[in-house]
């Protein structure tokens, strides 16, 4: 979750879409460049430990644009494959 949120700030594209399931990953992702992700606030996890297979992170992402300030609310689901953790959605 860390390292897509990271991923996000500084506008790396390549890793959202390496680290994101192949089940659900588009073929390609644009970012908009008008936005500054600055925070992240971990509000909750279900399952996600080392022995688990599925987990859920719930999150507040904060961000900057022209418009002003604004964050996004987000339930993301990750299972883990071949010892990686890959994004599969979010509510």
């Known amino acids: 979750?860390?390292?897509?949120?990271?991923?996000?700030a500084v506008g790396d594209a390549s890793?959202?879409?390496?680290?994101?399931?192949p089940s659900t990953r588009p073929d390609s992702l644009e970012l908009d460049a008008g936005l500054r992700w600055y925070r992240l606030?971990?509000?909750?996890?279900?399952?996600?430990g080392m022995l688990d297979s599925e987990g859920v992170v719930e999150f507040e992402a904060h961000y900057r644009s022209?418009?002003?300030?604004g964050s996004?609310?987000?339930?993301?689901?990750?299972?883990?494959?071949?010892?990686?953790?890959?994004?599969?959605?979010?509510?």
């Open 15 to 21: 890793w959202l879409l390496e680290s994101w399931h």
């Open 41 to 48: 606030d971990i509000l909750s996890r279900s399952r996600g």
């Open 1 to 8: 979750m860390r390292s897509r949120f990271s991923a996000f």
């Open 72 to 91: 996004q609310h987000e339930a993301s689901r990750f299972v883990r494959e071949g010892g990686r953790w890959l994004y599969v959605s979010g509510a």
């Open 66 to 69: 022209p418009d002003g300030a």
